[in-house]
């Protein structure tokens, strides 16, 4: 069953149209559910990170030439 247009959240329907994607009857009220879910946890993503606080991006010469030690 197809969501009212009270139910329906104009932001996902844009993402979903750019995206080109047609939703199965019956789904977007699980799809909305996440979507919205997913928003809330941006602001943890985009919280001014510098590329010290990546622990991928380090590394400690000590332990990438210890093969090299005679």
């Given at each position: 069953m197809?969501?009212?247009?009270?139910?329906?959240?104009?932001?996902?329907?844009?993402?979903?149209?750019?995206?080109?994607?047609?939703?199965?009857?019956?789904?977007?009220?699980?799809?909305l559910?996440?979507?919205?879910?997913?928003?809330?946890?941006?602001p943890?993503?985009?919280?001014?990170?510098?590329?010290?606080?990546?622990?991928?991006?380090?590394?400690?010469?000590?332990?990438?030439?210890?093969?090299?030690?005679?």
């Open positions: 197809d969501p009212t247009d009270a139910e329906r959240d104009p932001e996902l329907d844009l993402v979903l149209k750019r995206a080109g994607i047609t939703l199965p009857e019956g789904r977007y009220g699980g799809v559910a996440c979507y919205r879910d997913l928003q809330s946890l941006l943890l993503l985009r919280n001014g990170r510098t590329a010290a606080a990546e622990p991928a991006g380090t590394y400690d010469l000590d332990t990438i030439t210890r093969e090299m030690t005679p």
